[in-house]
């Protein structure tokens, strides 16, 4: 089966072999951009008359783009999709309208782990040119909180018990295999109040920490975030880290949402990378991407 034309939107990190296996299902040369596209113009310039398209989490394909592409057929997402609310793509609305949506899951957790790891390591030890207390700490008794024990939450968890960790958990949903480990459940204020670090593994576009939950976190604390966009209220999180006792460390994706004076600030450490970025990550993503696509035209 060939389409007409096979378009990616912008820079999906598939990587040589899935976009040369993909052009054996397109009329036309697939163009993989190594960018972005900065308007709806040029996001409806690169789909063309595309039957299929594929887009990383970083381009939003509207409703009103979605109306002015009447050849599409298919959108495969190079991301996580989780619901419509967080997504990145009018998953319903392409759905009414007959086109096949999908997304990947599980394909970065590993190095978003390591990240946290190291990053937390190299804070509490002083390793690096930040330390968060006088002296040393390990983490053997850390108290850490981790928020969202979905695969990224339960993959850090089971690298951190080894190192003796006391681990404590917020999700919506309660983990028994997890808590038999030892890694104890919590409410979020209790948890907040209980723990001296927190990392955040949350979908898109989900705003968890308010200003009372940064008075309930208090000072002398440190913040971890991977989630893609920050998952609190920035002025209660500037108010909070405005106290030289607290920590915070964001991996490179912040960088676009996180402002430039907080950013500045000696307190902030912010990874020069995406968190999880690796050759293993491409490849995992890449192919499911291209098993998605399959299904699909297996289904057709």
């Known amino acids: 089966m060939k389409f ?10 598939m ?37 299929v398209i594929f887009v990383s989490w970083k381009t939003q394909i509207t409703k009103e783009i979605i109306q002015k592409c009447p050849n599409l057929k298919y959108i495969g997402m190079c991301c996580s999709l989780f619901d419509d609310a967080s997504a990145n793509v009018a998953v319903d609305y392409a759905r009414e309208n007959g086109i096949t949506v999908t997304g990947i899951f ?7 782990a390591e990240f946290v790891i190291s990053e937390l390591i190299m804070l509490i030890h002083g390793y690096a040119e930040k330390q968060w207390k006088d002296i040393p700490q390990e983490l053997t008794d850390l108290k850490i909180g981790i928020i969202g024990l ?13 190192f003796g960790a006391d681990l404590y958990y917020y999700s919506k949903s309660r983990k028994p295999n997890y808590e038999k480990k030892g890694v104890k459940y919590l409410k979020l204020n209790e948890l907040l109040e209980t723990v001296a670090v927190i990392s955040i593994h949350l979908p898109k576009n989900l705003e968890i920490l308010q200003q009372e939950h940064f008075e309930k976190f ?8 991977t989630s893609l966009g920050v998952p609190f209220d920035l002025d209660a999180f500037r108010n909070w880290i405005k106290s030289t006792s607290n920590f915070a460390i964001f991996d490179g994706d912040a960088k676009k949402d996180v402002p430039q004076e907080m950013q500045e600030r000696k307190n902030v450490v912010i990874g ?14 890449s192919k499911k991407v291209l098993n998605n696509f399959k299904e699909y035209l297996q289904e057709k």
């Open 150 to 162: 979905g695969v990224t939450g339960q993959l850090l968890a089971d690298c951190l018990l080894p």
């Open 106 to 112: 599980d394909y970065g957790d590993p190095g978003v």
């Open 15 to 51: 990587n040589k072999e899935a976009i040369t296996e993909l052009q054996e299902y397109s009329e036309e040369e697939i163009i993989h951009p190594d960018d972005f596209p900065e308007t709806d113009e040029e996001i409806l310039e690169r789909i063309g008359d595309a039957e």
């Open 4 to 13: 007409n034309k096979i378009a990616c939107v912008d820079y999906t990190k």
């Open 272 to 285: 020069k990378k995406s968190a999880g970025w690796t050759e293993k990550t491409q490849q995992r993503l």
């Open 218 to 225: 208090g000072v002398g604390k440190i913040l971890i975030n």
